[in-house]
């Protein structure tokens, strides 16, 4: 019953900008944390990004701090990554997923949904 959609992902040139969202069905929005993640071929997948919605905290990991922004719509149960000053590293297929932990969110093992995924490409 828990649904959780990426969308927004495209080609882009280094150094410009995209909007990924991810909208989530079948939960009670407020207790769950909210996380991005991202894989490259032949890469592990690894944590982007995560809010919290209940207490409206944000994290991020240092290879995007300063770059990315993540927001939610509570209303339309949706998370928004904003995503700036792209790199050709950032090319990744890019997920979000749910917790119910406020705790150790970089963990994906804390994570007990997640979406389909949408691909983003930053060209050099």
């Known amino acids: 019953e828990v649904q959780l959609v990426e969308s927004g992902g495209g080609l882009v040139e280094a150094g410009g900008s995209l909007r990924l969202s991810c909208v989530a069905s079948?939960?009670?929005?407020?207790?769950?944390?909210i996380g991005w993640f991202r894989q490259a071929p032949g890469k592990e997948r690894e944590w982007v990004s995560s809010?919290?919605?209940?207490?409206?905290?944000?994290y991020f990991a240092d290879s995007v701090k300063g770059r990315f922004t993540i927001s939610s719509d509570n209303a339309k149960n949706t998370v928004y990554l904003q995503m700036n000053s792209l790199k050709p590293e950032d090319t990744a297929v890019y997920y979000c997923?749910?917790?119910?932990?406020?705790?150790?969110?970089?963990?994906?093992?804390?994570?007990?949904?997640w979406g389909q995924g949408t691909q983003v490409t930053v060209s050099s």
């Open positions: 079948g939960l009670s929005f407020d207790d769950w944390t």
């Open positions: 809010i919290s919605i209940i207490e409206d905290d944000t």
């Open positions: 997923a749910a917790s119910r932990r406020y705790s150790d969110i970089y963990d994906r093992d804390n994570y007990d949904y």
